[in-house]
């Protein structure tokens, strides 16, 4: 079995999605990875779905990627009395560390690295924006507003800081225990969150040490201004635009996603576009046509995948949900404007042969009217570097590492296949035949593009390429 589109889907899931028939039919339906989502459910629930994906993934026989989304420090106000408060525009309030019942007037805001950060002028925002307080003046354990935006705020609402860079470290102790155990389970993909600067994502990468992918979520402004550094590091990047649109002005943020989609491309590194996709799905059939409009944007510019949150994992519809997107990503790619869109500007290429050898096998598969480019890849790189070209025909990966097969299941185009260990490239050329033929890329008679590099095993050393036939 394989998708005959190329970009993938990412299905979140919950209560809604949990048990084996229903995660069988969202993978038929056509996820492709699946996210356990960490600020949600114990380690027990993540496990029994965990271990539902491999069993399916042994059913089906086709490598399955699973991302465990850490939660990140979360930055909340104390309780009020009757469990709210009324913020009157134009009012002062404060906000400070005392654990005492709030009101009108104050509330417990236990997160001294807000403080440290504030100056007069900022803005806070709560409850996803819904509330906006404007800094006035700035204590050491505590802080003087004025309400500019007011109503009745209620216990435990989210605080962000748009405008500031927090002293405060990407995982919290519950984030280190968590993905602690997501490793030890062999989830495929980490994605992190409150990202802030480089150093964040350095910092786990370390503590990963290449057990899995690191996906950096950007939600925080500041991590948007030190974009290229943070994509540099990160293994993919989610644009997760709940926090980003809470923090950034709404009309900026389209603009941002099409950047964040353009770099990540330049760089080869996969890049999923996420939150608010097809809302209305958690309770309708069907979404609306500005959400359908949203996800074909996404696929318009590119993205390796996209991402349903709700939609499948507390939602009434997950399996329509997954369809529905399926289908709008295959008539977006059946779309002649599709690929002009793709193409209207040039990728800059490194002086590598790496990336000589795949932008020739895009251009070989054209001319000859290959079925599919062939490679073989033991840590993703080689295979990295083809999507990035965004081929006319799908990619085959053939790798001897289930974990690279597993991580490449989120990647533009690529069909993985694990196979074993090969010592040579007519070895690649035989079996990359077998194998196009046996998963439906091939017939005899059609011709392929098969890259590799040699010596096999080192990462990034694509340098050979062939046109074969399929006999």
């Not at 307080?133 to 748009?162: F, Q, W």
């Not at 590091?233 to 941002?256: C, Q, S, T």
């Not at 990540?264 to 608010?276: D, I, L, N, S, Y």
């Not at 070895?427 to 040699?454: C, H, Q, W, Y």
């Amino acid at each position: 079995m394989h998708r005959t589109r190329s970009a993938k889907i990412v299905a979140t899931l919950g209560p809604s999605s949990s048990t084996k028939e229903r995660l069988a039919e969202m993978f038929t339906a056509g996820a492709d990875v699946f996210r356990l989502n960490f600020s949600h459910g114990s380690h027990a629930d993540h496990r029994e779905r965990f271990q539902i994906i491999r069993d399916l993934e042994k059913e089906r026989g086709r490598p399955i990627g699973i991302m465990a989304d850490l939660q990140g420090p979360k930055l909340r106000v104390g309780r009020f009395a009757n469990g709210k408060a009324t913020l009157v525009p134009g009012a002062p309030f404060r906000l400070d560390l005392d654990k005492t019942i709030g009101d009108s007037r104050r509330a417990s805001l236990p997160h001294p690295e807000i403080f440290a950060a504030l100056s007069p002028g900022m803005d806070l925002l709560l409850d996803d924006g819904k509330f906006r307080l404007r800094v006035m003046a700035c204590h050491s354990l505590s802080v003087d507003t004025e309400v500019v935006i007011g109503g009745d705020l209620s216990d435990y609402k989210g605080v962000n800081v748009p405008t500031a860079v927090l002293d405060l470290s990407p995982l919290t102790d519950k984030d280190r225990r968590d993905l602690s155990y997501a490793l030890d389970l062999g989830t495929d993909w980490v994605a992190l969150s409150f990202v802030q600067r480089p150093e964040d994502v350095a910092e786990v990468r370390k503590l990963i040490g290449g057990r899995a992918g690191v996906l950096v979520k950007l939600e925080k402004p500041s991590a948007i201004e030190r974009l290229d550094a943070i994509v540099e590091l990160a293994d993919a990047v989610m644009v997760a635009r709940g926090d980003l649109g809470v923090e950034l002005a709404p009309e900026d943020v389209p603009g941002i996603q099409k950047r964040i989609i353009r770099l990540c491309r330049e760089t080869g590194k996969p890049v999923v576009v996420a939150t608010q996709m097809l809302e209305s799905m958690i309770r309708s059939p069907t979404p609306t046509r500005a959400e359908a409009s949203d996800v074909a944007t996404a696929v318009y510019d590119g993205a390796d995948a996209v991402m349903l949150s709700a939609e499948t994992a507390a939602g009434s519809y997950p399996v329509e949900a997954v369809a529905m997107m399926d289908r709008i990503i295959s008539r977006v790619e059946r779309d002649p404007l599709y690929r002009r869109i793709l193409e209207a500007e040039p990728l800059r290429l490194e002086a590598t042969a790496a990336d000589a050898i795949t932008m020739a096998a895009r251009q070989c598969a054209k001319t000859v009217l290959a079925t599919t480019i062939v490679t073989f890849t033991s840590t993703g790189s080689t295979t990295f570097r083809a999507a990035r070209e965004r081929p006319e025909v799908p990619i085959l990966s053939l790798t001897p590492s289930v974990s690279t097969a597993r991580r490449l299941a989120m990647v533009w185009g690529v069909h993985p296949v694990e196979t074993e260990d090969l010592n040579s490239f007519g070895d690649m050329v035989s079996k990359g035949v077998e194998i196009a033929k046996r998963e439906g890329f091939a017939e005899p008679g059609d011709r392929l593009v098969i890259t590799a590099g040699v010596p096999f095993g080192t990462p990034g050393a694509t340098n050979i390429l062939r046109i074969a036939w399929a006999d």
